[in-house]
Nanobody, 112 residues
Framework: VQLVESGGGLVQPGGSLRLSCAAS????????FNWYRQVPGKQRELVAT???????TYVDSVKGRFTISRDNTKNTVYLQMNSLKPEDTAVYYC???????WGQGTQVTVSS
């Protein structure tokens, strides 16, 4: 199993980014996915989840600003992040629930 994140970068407060997670080695359409984030010195935080049927859940701090989605034809999961805040700065990771399968992470920095 391989998960490869991309799309991170530096953005000003109020800006947007879209993260991608390309998955291989799994039956993608049967798999749920998580996006986590981690700030140095703190535990990883579950940000959003998408089920294999497309059901989504979010941590309260990102509701209304972030959207998780999936494209089963591209074996890719996305995290659209709008109205970004400095407190969203973190390394973002793609993860398969109930597994040890993690991506390498992509850095998101929100700063003016």
């Amino acid at each position: 199993v391989q998960l490869v994140e991309s799309g991170g970068g530096l953005v000003q407060p109020g800006g947007s980014l879209r993260l991608s997670c390309a998955a291989s080695g799994i039956i993608f359409s049967f798999t749920a996915f998580n996006w986590y984030r981690q700030v140095p010195g703190k535990q990883r935080e579950l940000v959003a989840t998408i089920g294999r049927g497309g059901t989504t859940t979010y941590v309260d701090s990102v509701k209304g600003r972030f959207t998780i989605s999936r494209d089963n034809t591209k074996n890719t999961v996305y995290l659209q992040m709008n109205s970004l805040k400095p407190e969203d700065t973190a390394v973002y990771y793609c993860h398969i629930p109930n597994s040890l399968n993690w991506g390498q992470g992509t850095q998101v920095t929100v700063s003016s």
